[in-house]
């Protein structure tokens, strides 16, 4: 089934993100989040791979795994800065092989240390030029991502809206947001979306921040804003591992319930492989969930 059907059948959609581990590591770690996540019945499981395509192969065998095993819809993350047509190529043949036909399309980072891989003349500019070609290779249900507070690359929010409706204009089937730290980025995008007069699914990607360490790193790579309250929590709990998890959690989870209160076609959670933390979101959302799904 294509996950975009997914929210013609239910008015919010649950889902979650994974990772591969490094090549070094064992696959062993992310099988056994797959099987916990796996339990609190999303209605897909999305699996990333690294910088240049380090763990294609790994994103590959675990969607899978998800789709084969658990009978849980995955969507396979697909960049193509660093690919040329015939990789692609190989992986979209290797995902249809395993039944799976969900495409998240992104021009991924440019991988600064294996600059020698990159196509001469690079094929792929931009994820929009992945989407026209996934859409012209099968039947792909393909996701593509958005930004609430504007991409990092793009000179202002406005511009890289305009484009975020020209990869709707090629085929794009829903869209998954950015992280952000403060509803109104997302309220701001899905108003624009709609007086644009697109209905494209929207889903709102959210991120329970639980690591002080982890702070700096995922603002400079995705450049969200962090707002007062949240530098608070960090500032007051940053030194209690098990403290800031648990306001993480709960900020996180306010998030999602206004998002909820306030009509949006779904959820993506940013799991950071830690099902523990998905689990208790879940817990404290379930009842939510269930009633805007009419679920009783």
Known sequence: MGINEKFKEKNTVISFEIFPPKETSSLNTVYNTVDALAHLHPDYISVTYGAGGTSKNKTVEISSIIKNKYNIDSLAHLTCISSCKNEIDEILFNLQENNINNVLALRGDIPHDVVFSIPNPIEFNYSSDLISYVKSKGDFCVAAACYPEGHLDSPTKESDWE????????????????????????YQLNDHLKEKGINTPLQAGIMPITNKAQINKIISLCGAKLPKRYENIINKFGDSPQALQDAGIAYATEQIIDLLANGVDGIHIYTMNKPEIAKQIVRNISSVVNSINNIY
């Open 163 to 186: 484009n975020l409706q020209y990869k709707i204009n090629l085929g794009t089937d829903f869209l998954i947001s950015q992280l952000f730290f403060e509803n109104k980025y997302f």
